[in-house]
């Protein structure tokens, strides 16, 4: 970090003397050593809204602000409050800010906001005012002394089943529509931790929370900036102005955590492709890795317990295509090879070449042998032991391959708007089956009653199909779904997910709709078996949050799309 910072400042004050923008050089090399990158995005338009001529040394005021502000967080503001800085019960607690001596139903004191609490300080006496996740209402209004007849502007913080006669108040002054913008955003952000399962939204909640301080801080200083940054720091307020479709509470029961494999990356990507591998002795701590295959041309291994990223290999292209055979992970990708990767340690184990195309399909045999379809209608088996090809098949003119399926011998493959059903042991074609006109497949697998899932593009279309006559059995025609990105069966259940973010679950025995689960707000691309029967869940790139299911927490009763919202 040094060295950047050394090498930022002296081509700064180099370019400028020669070049308008040089100053966001300068920023950018700071904040993307600093902050996650959602939050570096966002300062670019709170930047962008004051004007695109930001002044050097308005940029260099606010690297000074936000350097002091991220390390009183830890430092000064935790010694002031004594006791609270090294209890037990804030263990991951941050403290960002406190207020000036105020007046409150506690007497004088001190504010004091952390990422999940309210404290007062009187006396050098903490006080507890709330856990921001207990917090049903925070308020501004208007404190009327009863002596001096004054009003002051004020907080109350009302909990939930409190009345309203018993929220304690701060009377904050001109500081109350600050302290009431970073109390607002830390508890919409714990609110979407919540009810999304997803515990790296407080991080960025925090994140939001100080840039919004530094920038306040910044328009404080004795010399007014040039530019209006109090009124653009509102932009920093993400989750306070954030609007997202309310999630059942069914679903939410049974959304149990949520990761972003590319947090740390410059762009968010799409989840093209998932699989888990088991524990084993001494490997990520006895607990399993969620295997990420992304459209950033990398895979991605995250710990199954703490969601963060434990390796990162490279796949030359986007990413289509992840499966596991003992415990070696095969990848597929546009580059048309297909990695073999240790389970353990990451190494590529062997890069397999004689693709002609881009890697679409993977598919293992009851004997070990895994298949690889290319979208020219190239097939190619190979031994999972040697890592050798041993069969290589061509499926003839076909638009794509998306799909394949191993069944008493033979070879489905997902050719656009047919099956081709291909003879292992002769290595050619004995049968295409011919779907409607508007089912592209997409994806294929089969259940436990031997029947054939074919998922269709375009419209949410599911054919269900007989391997011993080749007859389509059962059209599931989901409204409003776009089209069907992935299957996966599990138990009794067929997991589909459609372009319209929603997951479909069957009950593969009826052909029935069970449920439909609505929490993702991007098509989702593909799904997969972790440990203790859960399900995980990868959207594309315009949220790029996966997600992991409990099938048990579901509870009796179908909840479809007329359910209703709580």
Not at 431 to 455: E, F, N, P, Q, Y
Not at 456 to 479: F, N, Q, W
Request: glycine letters at 8%; proline letters at 3%; one cysteine or more.
């Amino acid at each position: 970090l040094s060295v950047c910072f050394s090498l930022s400042s002296s081509l700064s004050l180099f370019l400028s003397l020669t070049h308008p923008c040089t100053s966001f050089f300068y920023f950018f090399i700071f904040i993307v050593c600093t902050v996650q990158f959602s939050c570096c995005e966002a300062l670019f338009y709170v930047f962008l809204l004051s004007g695109f001529s930001l002044p050097l040394n308005v940029v260099k005021e606010f690297m000074t602000v936000w350097q002091a502000e991220s390390q009183n967080v830890t430092l000064d503001r935790a010694s002031e409050l004594g006791a609270w800085a090294g209890s037990s019960d804030l263990p991951e607690a941050t403290i960002f800010t406190s207020s000036s001596l105020s007046r409150s139903s506690l007497g004088m004191g001190r504010l004091t906001l952390t990422t999940h609490r309210l404290l007062f300080n009187v006396n050098g006496t903490n006080h507890d005012l709330a856990v921001l996740e207990d917090l049903a209402i925070v308020e501004k209004y208007k404190y009327q002394d009863r002596w001096l007849w004054l009003c002051m502007p004020a907080i109350r913080f009302l909990k939930k089943g409190g009345h309203v006669s018993q929220a304690p108040y701060v009377c904050l002054k001109d500081d109350r529509d600050f302290w009431y913008d970073i109390i607002v955003e830390m508890q919409s952000g714990m609110r979407r931790a919540r009810d999304r399962g997803y515990s790296q939204t407080i991080r960025q909640a925090a994140e939001n929370v100080l840039a919004y301080i530094a920038l306040i801080r910044l328009g404080y200083t004795g010399k007014p900036p040039e530019v209006p940054l109090e009124r653009s720091a509102q932009a920093m307020l993400h989750f306070t102005n954030e609007h997202l479709p309310r999630i059942d509470k069914n679903v939410r029961d049974a959304l149990v955590g949520r990761f972003n494999p590319s947090q740390m990356d410059a762009n968010p990507a799409t989840v093209e492709c998932l699989a888990f591998t088991p524990s084993t002795s001494g490997f990520s701590g006895d607990r399993g890795r969620i295997w990420c295959g992304l459209g950033a041309a990398v895979v991605k291994a995250v710990d199954s317990v703490t969601f963060e990223v434990d390796l990162s290999i490279g796949t030359g292209n986007r990413t289509t295509c992840v499966l596991v055979v003992d415990m070696k992970v095969w990848v597929g990708s546009f580059d048309k090879t297909v990695r073999v990767i240790n389970a353990e340690d990451g190494s590529v184990v062997s890069l397999l070449v004689g693709h002609e195309s881009m890697i679409t399909s993977l598919a293992v045999s009851p004997n070990g042998v895994v298949w690889s379809a290319s979208v020219n209608g190239q097939v190619l088996g190979w031994d999972s032991k040697k890592l050798e090809k041993i069969y290589e098949i061509n499926l003839g003119k076909v638009e794509t391959v998306n799909g394949l399926v191993v069944h008493k011998g033979k070879l489905w493959c997902g050719c656009s708007r047919e099956l081709h059903v291909v003879n292992i042991e002769t290595e050619r074609v004995e049968k295409i089956v011919t779907l409607d006109d508007h089912v592209r497949v997409t994806s294929l697998t089969i259940c436990s009653s031997g029947k054939v899932w074919a998922g269709g593009s375009r419209v949410g279309t599911i054919a269900i199909i007989d391997p011993d006559t080749y007859r389509t059995v059962k059209k599931c025609e989901l409204t409003g779904c776009r089209g069907v990105y992935c299957l996966l069966h599990v138990k009794d259940k067929m997991w589909a997910g459609g372009k319209n973010g929603h997951i479909y679950v069957f009950d593969v025995n009826t052909f029935e709709l069970d449920k439909v689960l609505r929490a993702h707000t991007d098509g989702v691309r593909s799904l997969c078996q972790m440990r203790d029967g859960l399900i995980v869940s990868g959207p594309g790139s315009r949220e790029a949050v996966v997600a992991i299911w409990d099938p048990s927490k579901f509870g009796s009763g179908k909840l479809t799309e007329d359910s209703p919202t709580n």
